[in-house]
């Protein structure tokens, strides 16, 4: 374990530790320094929180959905705001995890098979009936998809017979003469019409067609979709997931009248591993600042979606909170999320109702969920395993309390009550810490008791401890008082002392040396040459021997012998071979320095957003795994003026021109020498203005894999995809 001094413990601590807080709903109390946590997230400033989706991350049992319902429950109550819940995961009671809560707050339980959604609705417009149709057949058929049986559809949704999914079906099998005959209308319609035969007849009838298909109300204070009786593995969920999303972005959106709206996604990698829904989410989430809308996708970990776009969808989410995880999954979370390395640590020993939390780009604390007496009732979701408990407990003759999600069972009132109490800053620092001694800026090599760590923990073996503690006291010395002050060279000094103690002497001597060719230009001379010092004098050569005195008259008379110039002409030769050895030295250490910089700030994927001929792009790249390839992919979404699509890199190339609606994303795996290295790509976007055979817009970016893009030529930062 790296035992920190004092200062340096606070810039690794969580920013909780200031005076960070949020407006809002009260949610917990920090495990750290016992503060009240609160957050509703769209009272919080854009430039804090540019987003308010969140995150909802953990093990069975770490109460992930305890807090988010928790939590939901008191913006409704608290706010006004209205939900709408995809709720995948039932109890024993054969319903959904979320019927008791939605039931309390006055909301509709909505179970699959007792309620039927009319994608043919009229409250849906041509171009999202279309769109949402097409999805119901990608579901279950997607190569029944080809440019002549999308014309007869198109032609059989102008069909007066069309205002059910089953009436759609009969325009399909027997259409009216159009541009082409019934016949052959009829034969290119065929494979849509089996496939949406699957909703009207198979083992899906009953979802969507029905002699009262309609929609579900949208003045209610929170609405629940309940697949839990579904198989999880049915095409019926991202066919279900793609028509409500349609309600939701089209109906439910512009007819609600909520200041603010939240959309749930339980167990939600079930539904972004499906392509076709994925995209549907990510365009919510690309949108959902202006359309008032905050998403809650909630999850076990980031692992069940693979390496591939779906998980891109976790780093739209700038809130985020963990419940316990096994190592390999924190470390593949924190890794995604950028939690620091404390933080990452600590998901493995956390307790039920606890969660790391990160608010934006730099809050990061650990909460623990406090609940009311109600709010434990309506969330509960473990009364089977206790009701096993019981029967043990009561077996045994022993007495034991029911085992309780939150730390403390507060009321609802009583925590609102305490997050405006403000407590004093009442805990120690951890007992790993080293108080620091500073020194000052003309105070000479003096060690204080950082540089007696470092020694230390170098003379105990613990070498990478000492590197580290090191390389931290140099960068808080540089930033107080500059490059060249006595304080960064004494540094330096340390530095050597370790890689001599560490067996590198070749390095203890580079350092050495390059302090010597400071010592001219330090403020206070060459302090370390004043005696008295306690560093040695190694940075000297040796001395030559004193002048013997010169003997009498006559040998002053004697012809001087005549000077011998190239020992000093080889001596000044070797010095500046050596300075020059060690300004080279000095440019590697620091090429060396922004390569480990690049290393702790890898992220393993980049992106940026573009605007070219009134398309909405993002470049997107994502390392392997192992690192030795790099994804590329553009993306238009569903931007109907995209028109061509195209990227070219180490001589490759993939193009995509659209087909009936948008085109689809081309994608390059190219192979890379250095995981740390930039990738450049050219990219091609035909949009509005072009037309085939012309020249459309051609754009090169640099993608780095710290996750940040720049335009090649200009060198200018361009805005991420996120």
């Keep these: 374990m790296i035992r920190l001094p004092a200062t340096q413990a606070a810039i690794t601590a969580p920013l ?37 989706n969140s995150l909802g991350l953990g093990g069975l049992g770490s109460g992930k959905s305890t807090t988010d319902k928790t939590w939901l429950r008191r913006e409704i109550l608290h706010h006004g705001h209205q939900a709408v819940v995809i709720d995948s995961f039932g109890e024993e009671t054969a319903a959904g995890e979320w019927a008791a809560l939605t039931r309390s707050l006055g909301g509709l339980v ?65 259409p009216e003469d159009g541009r082409w005959p019934a016949d052959k209308l009829a034969g290119w319609g065929e494979p849509v019409a089996i496939a949406l035969s699957r909703y009207t007849e198979g083992s899906l009838r009953g979802l969507f067609d029905g002699p009262h298909a309609a929609l579900p109300p949208t003045d209610l204070p929170i609405v629940s979709f309940d697949f839990s009786s579904l198989d999880r593995n049915s095409p019926a969920i991202p066919a279900l997931m793609a028509a409500i999303t349609c309600w939701v972005e089209h109906v439910w959106l512009r007819q609600s009248t909520a200041v603010h709206r939240h959309l749930v996604l ?31 996708v909630i999850m076990h970990t980031l692992s069940d979606l693979g390496d591939g776009r779906a998980q891109d969808l976790a780093r739209l989410c700038e809130i985020a909170h963990v419940g316990r995880l096994g190592p390999e999954e924190a470390a593949i979370v924190g890794a ?61 003759a022993e007495e034991e309390p029911a085992v309780s999600l939150a730390k403390e069972d507060t009321p609802l009132e009583e925590a609102d009550d305490e997050y405006h109490v403000d407590p004093g800053w009442d805990f120690e620092l951890p007992p790993n810490t080293v108080d620091t001694v500073f020194t000052g800026p003309q105070a000479g090599p003096q060690f204080d008791s950082r540089h007696h760590a470092v020694i230390q923990a170098a003379k105990e073996g613990r070498l990478t401890e000492a590197a580290d503690l090191a390389a931290l006291g140099e960068r808080e010395d540089i930033t107080a008082h500059g490059m060249k002050s006595n304080q960064a060279v004494t540094w330096l000094i340390i530095r ?18 390059t302090v010597a060719s400071m010592g001219s230009n330090l403020d206070g001379a060459a302090w370390f040459e004043q005696s008295g010092s306690p560093a040695p004098q190694w940075h000297r050569g040796p001395q030559p021997p004193e002048p013997v005195p010169v003997g009498g008259a006559e040998d002053q008379h004697q012809p001087r012998a005549r000077r011998r110039t190239w020992p000093y002409v080889a001596a000044i030769a070797a010095l500046a071979l050596t300075t020059a050895g060690v300004w080279q030295k000095a440019a590697d250490d620091q090429k060396e320095e922004q390569h480990q910089q690049k290393a702790a700030a890898y992220k393993g994927r980049s992106g940026a957003n573009l605007a070219v001929d009134s398309v909405d792009a993002d470049v997107v790249a994502r390392w392997t795994r192992d690192r030795d390839h790099v994804i590329v992919e553009l993306r238009s979404y569903f931007d109907r003026d995209a028109k061509y699509l195209r990227i070219d890199a180490n001589g490759q190339k993939a193009q995509s021109v659209r087909n009936d609606w948008y085109p689809d994303t081309p994608e390059l795996e190219l192979p890379v020498k250095d995981p740390l290295a930039d990738v450049t790509v050219h ?34 930062r361009l805005p991420s995809d996120l």
């Design 496 to 513: 050597a002392e370790v890689a001599e103690l560490s067996g590198n002497t070749s390095r203890a001597a580079h350092l050495r040396a």
């Design 16 to 52: 909780v530790a200031a005076n960070s807080s949020f407006p809002g709903v009260p949610i917990g109390r920090s495990e750290l320094d016992g503060r009240p946590f609160s957050l509703s997230p769209v009272l919080v400033a854009d430039s804090i929180l540019p987003a308010t």
């Design 683 to 716: 990219v091609t976007i035909g949009g509005k203005s072009w037309k085939e055979g012309t020249r459309a817009a051609v754009r090169a970016i640099r993608l780095s894999p710290t996750g940040v893009a720049f335009d090649a030529e200009t060198g200018k």
């Design 336 to 396: 995604i999320l950028n939690l620091p390395a404390w933080a990452i640590s600590k998901i493995p020993t956390l307790a039920p109702g606890q969660a790391v939390w990160k608010v934006g780009p730099d809050y990061v604390d650990v909460i623990q969920t406090t609940l009311s007496e109600e709010e434990a009732r309506l969330t509960d979701t473990s009364t089977r395993r206790r009701k096993a408990q019981q029967a043990l407990i009561e077996e045994e």
């Design 110 to 174: 909505i179970e699959a098979g007792t309620f039927t959604l009319n994608p043919c609705s009229p409250e849906f417009g041509a171009d999202v009936r279309e769109q949402l149709i097409r999805s119901l057949i990608a579901a279950v058929e997607p190569a029944a998809l080809t440019p002549q049986s999308t014309h007869a559809l198109q032609h059989a949704l102008n069909s007066p017979k069309a205002d059910r999914l089953g009436g759609l079906v009969d325009a399909l099998v027997d």
């Design 266 to 296: 339980e167990e939600a990698w079930q539904i972004l591993l499906s392509p076709a829904t994925a995209e549907l989410i990510q365009r919510l989430l690309k949108n959902s600042r202006k359309a008032a809308l905050s998403m809650k």
